[in-house]
């Protein structure tokens, strides 16, 4: 039943249960993204296992995230369990062998693999604002600060730098409104409650560098098969818009980075983005316009988008139009809304006059699905209701020393393990403040040396005292009676609004969802 150039999904079945014919999943139509959906205990992780496996042996690298844990067993051989065996039978796998996969853990905890990063900069205002789930008026000033930053040179790679700049704006809200737009110091303050918030959370460990490089998912191994990248999520789940700001900033990388390269005989790379409705919950209009146009472009850029989640409603109808290889497990139709899901899911595929998917779709046992692929000229096949092939790779977690045995032996061991800390605006902004506060004391020590020779009788603060000698001084200085000194922080800030202003040309460049284009 294998076949090159094609994964194979399963065995559809005739409406009397005799087998019917094998289903594959078109490499060359690998690009044009997916959807896995059903209702919990369905099956739907061991169909994107299946599909992880395909895509591996074929040579395409692939990310996912792990959930709950499940997927790592994918790094393992399998092992010959009844149920798998049962299912090979049923369908006539007769070429079903047991395989490991090449994996890479990650994880933005540094736990249960390799730490991933990005920087502050990278990420762009778009989605740090979707992460601080920014109003606005707050995502205005965001705007703001990413605009200072580029065009005065300063890095932003973790929490404290954007701190450092938040700062700042707060110190010069009235100069720096006169040149950009209005800056709230209402505003900015709430910016930062939800930065502590977001530190509180753990996303100071997302924040930093050395951050991720896009070639290091790309990886294929010495069998040619393409590396397993699987994200730890078990925790990063406690915290979703995390995760889906996470992966949605991946995504914008590719898009990014990749070269345009039409439609090639395979994906470069497959995207599994499980738990999808946490990418479009509550997501203002401008981020699912961003998001869909992504998802539309990307294509060209060899990458396939696989959307993975219990109900196909979770994914807006533009993004839903996008997503041409289909797996639908069972639903359930308690509820109104449930029942309307059940529709929605029955009405997207290409009717099977053999049966009715309203019906069949609440009826599906574990491991079986309604199935449809593109097939010749990107057309999609007639659905199928099928028995979804079993794995090679084991079924159920490694253990925590399998894991690390894993992690040992990656081939990005040691790259990401620890934080590097360079220079960045935290550590411009300090300098400039210590440049200006030696520059104060100097202009100090000048003003007070002719009291300390026995010049005159005594000095005080520009534009304070009433004597005539004061008077002349001042005078003498300009006419700067009104004068008052300003504050080693304002001498630092007004310095940088000066190179602000004057480095227009050197702004930086961002693409659809904020990241900088290289």
């Known amino acids: 039943m294998l076949e090159d150039g094609k994964i194979f999904i399963g065995a559809s079945r005739n409406p009397d249960d005799s087998i019917n014919k094998p289903e594959y999943l078109d490499l060359k139509f690998g690009n044009r993204h997916g959807l896995v959906t059903g209702a919990t205990g369905t099956g739907k992780t061991v169909t994107l296992q299946v599909l992880a496996e395909g895509f591996s042996k074929a040579g395409v690298p692939v990310f996912c995230g792990d959930i709950k844990g499940d997927l790592s067993g994918i790094a393992a051989k399998g092992e010959a369990k009844d149920f798998l065996t049962k299912r090979a039978e049923q369908i006539g796998f007769t070429d079903y062998e047991f395989d490991q996969f090449p994996v890479i853990f990650w994880d933005l905890f540094g736990e249960k693999g390799h730490r991933v990063r990005t920087t502050i900069a990278e990420m762009g205002p778009l989605l740090l604002a979707r992460l601080m789930d920014a109003s606005e008026p707050q995502e205005g000033v965001i705007n703001i600060a990413f605009k200072i930053a580029d065009k005065a040179g300063l890095p932003l790679l973790d929490l404290k730098d954007f701190s450092s700049l938040l700062n700042y704006m707060a110190e010069n809200a009235s100069e720096l409104s006169n040149q950009f737009g209005l800056i709230s110091k209402a505003s900015v303050g709430s910016i930062q409650r939800a930065m502590l918030v977001l530190e509180q959370q753990g996303a ?61 005989d395979k994906p470069k790379l497959v995207f599994f983005f499980d738990e999808a409705h946490l990418l479009f919950n509550d997501a203002p209009k401008v981020l699912t316009e961003r998001v869909e146009q992504v998802v539309r472009l990307i294509r060209s850029k060899g990458v396939g988008v696989y959307f993975v989640t219990q109900n196909p409603l979770d ?30 899911a029955a009405d997207t595929f290409r009717p099977n006059p053999a049966f009715d998917c309203a019906t069949v779709i609440t009826t599906l046992g574990t491991g079986e699905a309604l199935v449809s692929t593109l097939e010749a000229k990107g057309a999609p096949s007639i659905v199928e209701r099928t028995l979804i092939r079993p794995p090679s790779g084991r079924v159920g977690p490694l253990t925590d020393a399998e894991r690390q045995q894993v992690m040992d032996h990656s081939p990005v061991l040691g790259v990401y393990d620890e934080d590097v800390d360079r220079e960045s605006a935290f550590e411009i902004l300090a300098a400039r403040a210590k440049k200006a506060a030696d520059s104060e004391a100097a202009k100090q020590a000048q003003e007070a040396q002719p009291t300390e020779a026995g010049t005159t009788s005594g000095w005080s603060l520009p534009g304070f005292g009433g004597g005539d000698d004061d008077k002349q001084s001042s005078q003498g200085r300009g006419r700067s009676s009104g004068y008052q000194r300003e504050t080693v922080v304002e001498a630092a800030m007004k310095s940088v609004a000066r190179t602000v202003a004057t480095q227009v040309g050197r702004a930086l460049v961002r693409g659809i969802l904020g990241s900088l284009k290289r």
């Open 204 to 264: 100071e460990h997302f924040f930093g560098e050395p951050a991720l490089k896009i070639s290091d998912i790309m990886r294929t191994d010495n069998r040619g098969y393409g590396q397993i990248s699987v994200l730890a999520a078990d925790k990063l789940m406690m915290n979703p818009r995390l995760y889906a700001t996470f992966l949605l900033w991946l995504l914008s990388e590719l898009f990014e980075e990749l070269p345009e390269v039409g439609d090639p």
């Open 315 to 344: 994914v807006p109808e533009t993004v839903l139009a996008q997503l041409g290889n289909r797996v639908q497990h069972a639903l359930r139709a308690y509820s109104p809304r449930e029942q309307k899901a059940v529709k929605t």
